[in-house]
């Protein structure tokens, strides 16, 4: 079953057409039940648009969607109580105690304080619950959002750049719990721009560009499989142009590492043969097992300047 | 039932948890307090300066339409707009909470700071007369005085209401409590300048929002016989006499205020992204 399914979703801020601003352009996707699931894209590419209309906080101008099977404003309501989500900064009441905050989240939930003290311990809060939220460090700012979403024990998660802002240990917390919440078997629909987190963390992803998904699958499938093969020779500039104009190399891209192609088909005698016919002899040749990063700036060239917060 | 159950709880945790709840109620039970401190006290030096129920209640409640309205709105602008600059009303939208659920909490809020200051204002007030020498008259409310606690009720709710359609629309306090105070002296100068018409149009300006307040925060608009004695005093001394719109007639202008400034909140609140 599917835990989202969205169809030609769109959002347009602004009614005229001159100045308005068409931030998610009629986006399809699904993410089944029990996936981990890592929504990319660059900044300003409607990770946050897209999310908001999910938990209801944007109304979409196009297109549908469902959670958890249901639609329709009565049905998503409904399947409302059934998802635990945050959206960009954790957002709680700066003079209460992260305690108070959950108690706040729990009376919408309807959920009973037991339940709140078992998220505190689950995000390792427990010590701190009676401070004032204004006084937490961003770490536990997104630890206690965690704990909210947790409180309802949702089927699914929907989390908009957890690990924003937090040093690598706090990634490594963050990325802790992720874990041990997909365990339990949660469905967790996670946006990032930290692309090595999303390769570690989860299963399927979407890439969203400008408003639009321009890729869409399994991680394994993109980042273990495939065709692509890492070439080196002596003059790397001819080596590739020759590639360039290989009839069976759908991209041909630089890297550090050597000349990186994809082929239509994994025949790499093929291709052995048509460089030697064009008097280039390869020092290497090796399939190539590329990372999400390289998908992702892949598929999303031309937003290249904004990535550079990727990249690093 | 549940629901409305559950949003007061929901707006009960919020607010007592703000300083600002507790300082605003403070300092209106101090502004109450004042009054009945110098009945008491005028009534135990001497015995001719009577603070006994029912003939204080146009003291006891005129402490409280004087300064309650404003602190009401004050209040309400202080609770309400932060939600949108934290961006909780968001997330209590994303924990489940329907946006018109949201408002209604607010109106919630509302209704029960206009119950709170009526309730300090008249505990304040009764308890003053209750450590008080003077004895009262016959009963212990009047008519007269249920009609100024509904004035007084009306003007919370007036200015409340105001405060709760600007925090939804704007969005921040401080802008939002800005425009409050710049409406006020908007108003004023506006009135002035039609006040130098005349017919209809100087009339018009007694429908005015602060001036139905000014108006239902009286206690002459409620004590007739009050106002025709005053008045017999001015003719007496050569000045015009000093003239109210009925009773019935502020109450209504009232609500309808309340209800467009609701209502304007309302839709707002509903298309509005959060």
């Given at each position: 079953m599917h835990a989202i399914q969205l169809f030609d979703l769109t959002k347009r801020y602004g009614t005229s057409t001159a100045k308005?601003?068409?931030?998610?352009?009629?986006i399809s996707f699904a993410v089944e039940e029990g996936q981990v699931f890592g929504f990319l894209g660059p900044n300003g590419s409607g990770k946050t648009t897209t999310i908001g209309m999910l938990v209801g906080t944007i109304k979409p101008t196009g297109g549908r969607f469902t959670l958890l099977g249901a639609s329709g404003p009565k049905g998503l309501m409904a399947a409302r109580a059934r998802v635990g989500a945050t959206l960009e900064t954790p957002n709680?009441?700066?003079?209460?105690?992260g305690r108070d905050n959950l108690l706040v989240a729990a009376a919408v939930k309807g959920v009973g304080r037991p339940r709140i003290e078992e998220c505190l311990e689950l995000v390792g809060l427990s010590d701190r619950a009676k401070h004032r939220f204004k006084t937490y460090s961003l770490g536990m700012k997104q630890r206690l959002a965690l704990a909210a979403t947790m409180l309802n024990d949702p089927e699914l998660i929907i989390l908009d750049e957890?690990?924003?802002?937090?040093?690598p240990q706090g990634i490594r917390e963050i990325r802790e719990i992720i874990r041990i919440l997909a365990d339990r078997g949660k469905t967790i629909f996670l946006s990032s721009h930290l692309l090595a987190e999303v390769e570690r963390t989860c299963s399927h992803f979407a890439i969203i560009r400008q408003g639009r998904i321009v890729a869409w699958g399994a991680v394994a499938e993109v980042v273990?499989?495939?065709?692509a093969v890492l070439l080196r020779a002596e003059d790397t500039e001819a080596l590739a142009g020759a590639m360039q104009t290989y009839p069976e190399a759908t991209s041909v891209r630089r890297t550090d590492e050597g000349i990186v192609a994809t082929l239509e088909a994994d025949d790499l005698a093929s291709v052995t043969r048509y460089l030697a016919g064009q008097g280039i002899y390869l020092s290497h040749l090796a399939p190539y097992r590329p990372s999400l990063e390289e998908v992702f700036i892949d598929v999303t060239q031309g937003a290249v300047d904004s990535m550079t917060e990727i990249a690093s | 039932m549940k629901v409305v159950g559950v949003l007061l709880r929901i707006e009960w945790l919020k607010t007592v948890k703000r300083r600002a709840f507790w300082v605003a109620v403070g300092a209106f039970a101090v502004f109450t307090a004042i009054p009945a401190v110098e009945g008491v006290r005028g009534a135990r030096r001497n015995p001719n300066l009577s603070y006994a129920l029912p003939e204080s209640w146009p003291d006891i409640l005129g402490a409280a339409t004087g300064i309650g309205p404003f602190f009401a709105g004050v209040l309400m602008i202080l609770l309400v707009a932060p939600e949108f600059t934290w961006r909780t009303a968001r997330q209590n939208v994303i924990d489940g909470l329907s946006k018109e659920r949201f408002y209604a909490g607010k109106v919630m809020l509302l209704a029960g700071l206009v119950l709170l200051f009526i309730a300090t204002a008249v505990l304040i007030g009764v308890g003053g007369t209750l450590l008080s020498p003077s004895e009262g008259g016959l009963g212990i409310l009047r008519p007269t005085d249920l009609s100024y606690m509904g004035g007084l009720a009306l003007s919370l709710l007036l200015v409340g209401s105001a405060g709760l359609m600007l925090s939804v629309l704007i969005r921040s306090s401080g802008p939002a409590l800005g425009i409050l105070f710049l409406y006020l002296i908007v108003e004023e100068a506006i009135i002035g300048l039609i006040s130098q018409a005349g017919g209809a149009l100087r009339r018009s300006a007694e429908y005015f929002p602060f001036n139905i307040l000014d108006q239902l925060g009286d206690d002459l608009a409620h004590y007739p016989e009050v106002l025709a004695d005053v008045n017999a005093k001015r003719t007496e001394r050569g000045l015009e006499s000093w003239e109210f719109l009925d009773v019935e007639v502020l109450a209504v202008a009232a609500l309808a205020y309340s209800a467009i400034f609701l209502g304007a909140a309302f839709l707002s609140m509903r298309q509005r992204d959060l």
């Amino acid at each position: 079953m599917h835990a989202i399914q969205l169809f030609d979703l769109t959002k347009r801020y602004g009614t005229s057409t001159a100045k308005s601003v068409l931030a998610v352009d009629r986006i399809s996707f699904a993410v089944e039940e029990g996936q981990v699931f890592g929504f990319l894209g660059p900044n300003g590419s409607g990770k946050t648009t897209t999310i908001g209309m999910l938990v209801g906080t944007i109304k979409p101008t196009g297109g549908r969607f469902t959670l958890l099977g249901a639609s329709g404003p009565k049905g998503l309501m409904a399947a409302r109580a059934r998802v635990g989500a945050t959206l960009e900064t954790p957002n709680f009441y700066p003079h209460m105690s992260g305690r108070d905050n959950l108690l706040v989240a729990a009376a919408v939930k309807g959920v009973g304080r037991p339940r709140i003290e078992e998220c505190l311990e689950l995000v390792g809060l427990s010590d701190r619950a009676k401070h004032r939220f204004k006084t937490y460090s961003l770490g536990m700012k997104q630890r206690l959002a965690l704990a909210a979403t947790m409180l309802n024990d949702p089927e699914l998660i929907i989390l908009d750049e957890p690990a924003n802002g937090l040093d690598p240990q706090g990634i490594r917390e963050i990325r802790e719990i992720i874990r041990i919440l997909a365990d339990r078997g949660k469905t967790i629909f996670l946006s990032s721009h930290l692309l090595a987190e999303v390769e570690r963390t989860c299963s399927h992803f979407a890439i969203i560009r400008q408003g639009r998904i321009v890729a869409w699958g399994a991680v394994a499938e993109v980042v273990g499989e495939g065709s692509a093969v890492l070439l080196r020779a002596e003059d790397t500039e001819a080596l590739a142009g020759a590639m360039q104009t290989y009839p069976e190399a759908t991209s041909v891209r630089r890297t550090d590492e050597g000349i990186v192609a994809t082929l239509e088909a994994d025949d790499l005698a093929s291709v052995t043969r048509y460089l030697a016919g064009q008097g280039i002899y390869l020092s290497h040749l090796a399939p190539y097992r590329p990372s999400l990063e390289e998908v992702f700036i892949d598929v999303t060239q031309g937003a290249v300047d904004s990535m550079t917060e990727i990249a690093s | 039932m549940k629901v409305v159950g559950v949003l007061l709880r929901i707006e009960w945790l919020k607010t007592v948890k703000r300083r600002a709840f507790w300082v605003a109620v403070g300092a209106f039970a101090v502004f109450t307090a004042i009054p009945a401190v110098e009945g008491v006290r005028g009534a135990r030096r001497n015995p001719n300066l009577s603070y006994a129920l029912p003939e204080s209640w146009p003291d006891i409640l005129g402490a409280a339409t004087g300064i309650g309205p404003f602190f009401a709105g004050v209040l309400m602008i202080l609770l309400v707009a932060p939600e949108f600059t934290w961006r909780t009303a968001r997330q209590n939208v994303i924990d489940g909470l329907s946006k018109e659920r949201f408002y209604a909490g607010k109106v919630m809020l509302l209704a029960g700071l206009v119950l709170l200051f009526i309730a300090t204002a008249v505990l304040i007030g009764v308890g003053g007369t209750l450590l008080s020498p003077s004895e009262g008259g016959l009963g212990i409310l009047r008519p007269t005085d249920l009609s100024y606690m509904g004035g007084l009720a009306l003007s919370l709710l007036l200015v409340g209401s105001a405060g709760l359609m600007l925090s939804v629309l704007i969005r921040s306090s401080g802008p939002a409590l800005g425009i409050l105070f710049l409406y006020l002296i908007v108003e004023e100068a506006i009135i002035g300048l039609i006040s130098q018409a005349g017919g209809a149009l100087r009339r018009s300006a007694e429908y005015f929002p602060f001036n139905i307040l000014d108006q239902l925060g009286d206690d002459l608009a409620h004590y007739p016989e009050v106002l025709a004695d005053v008045n017999a005093k001015r003719t007496e001394r050569g000045l015009e006499s000093w003239e109210f719109l009925d009773v019935e007639v502020l109450a209504v202008a009232a609500l309808a205020y309340s209800a467009i400034f609701l209502g304007a909140a309302f839709l707002s609140m509903r298309q509005r992204d959060l």
